[in-house]
Antibody, heavy 119, light 109 residues
Framework: QVSLRESGPALVKPTQTLTLTCTLS??????????MAWIRQPPGKALEWLAR???????YYTTSLETRLTISKDTSKNQVVLTMTNVDPVDTATYFC???????????WGQGTPVTVSS | EIVLTQSPATLSLSPGERATLSCRAS??????LAWYQHQPGQAPRLLIY???SRATGIPARFSGSGSGTDFTLTISRLEPEDFAVYYC???????????FGGGTKVEIK
């Protein structure tokens, strides 16, 4: 079955580094044309795109957060990892990973993982 | 930076009615516009890409149109499962990036 599953800590303290993992099932990141992205949604707010990594390792980041974000992939584990440094309470959100095939339209999403930043 | 403004913020309609959702860009854009449906607690669902192409498995009652700065998602006859929040999303190419609109909530009247 084709699916995505996000995982990571539910609670992190301000200034810490957040690491989130997205595990792909039913398809492989070795597939040409596959792109994976991270998108978040703060409580009561709209969706916000964060980063994308392509099958050929090209990477893209939202301008406002690019100094704090790193996206990477582990094809042997079929995973995509997002790290966010120096987190702040405004980073409290549900974080989603999503798939696209190069056209930036995400046809598969995970259920999301909620992250709270609080001391 | 391009800003996407969705209107109305909330649309109150009855099942069977037609829903018309607007997404306006702050400057003229390509047709790399997508629409998503988002139910609370669920994964968002791709409805439309490239402004007017329906995604796989999406019912024909969903249609997208528009170009330039004004785009529209139309749901011809609302089904009970269509009451949700809808987001438009624009891809920019230089540099490659993505912007979401603020969303329109379609609620039962």
């Amino acid at each position: 079955q084709v699916s995505l599953r996000e995982s990571g800590p539910a609670l992190v303290k301000p200034t810490q580094t957040l690491t989130l993992t997205c595990t792909l099932s039913g398809f492989s990141f070795k597939t040409n044309g596959l792109c994976m992205a991270w998108i978040r949604q703060p409580p009561g707010k709209a969706l916000e795109w964060l980063a994308r990594i392509d099958w050929d390792d090209d990477k893209y980041y939202t301008t406002s957060l690019e100094t704090r974000l790193t996206i990477s992939k582990d094809t042997s584990k079929n995973q995509v990892v997002l790290t966010m440094t120096n987190v702040d309470p405004v980073d409290t959100a549900t974080y989603f990973c999503a798939r696209d095939w190069g056209n930036w339209a995400f046809d598969l999403w995970g259920q999301g993982t909620p992250v709270t930043v609080s001391s | 930076e391009i800003v996407l403004t969705q209107s109305p913020a909330t649309l109150s309609l009855s099942p069977g009615e037609r829903a018309t959702l607007s997404c306006r860009a702050s400057q003229s854009v390509s047709n790399y516009l997508a629409w998503y449906q988002h139910q609370p607690g669920q994964a968002p669902r791709l409805l439309i890409y490239d402004a007017s192409s329906r995604a796989t498995g999406i019912p024909a009652r969903f249609s997208g149109s528009g170009s330039g700065t004004d785009f529209t998602l139309t749901i011809s006859r609302l089904e009970p499962e269509d009451f949700a929040v809808y987001y438009c999303q624009l891809r920019s190419t230089r540099p490659p990036s993505l912007t979401f609109g603020g969303g329109t909530k379609v609620e039962i009247k």
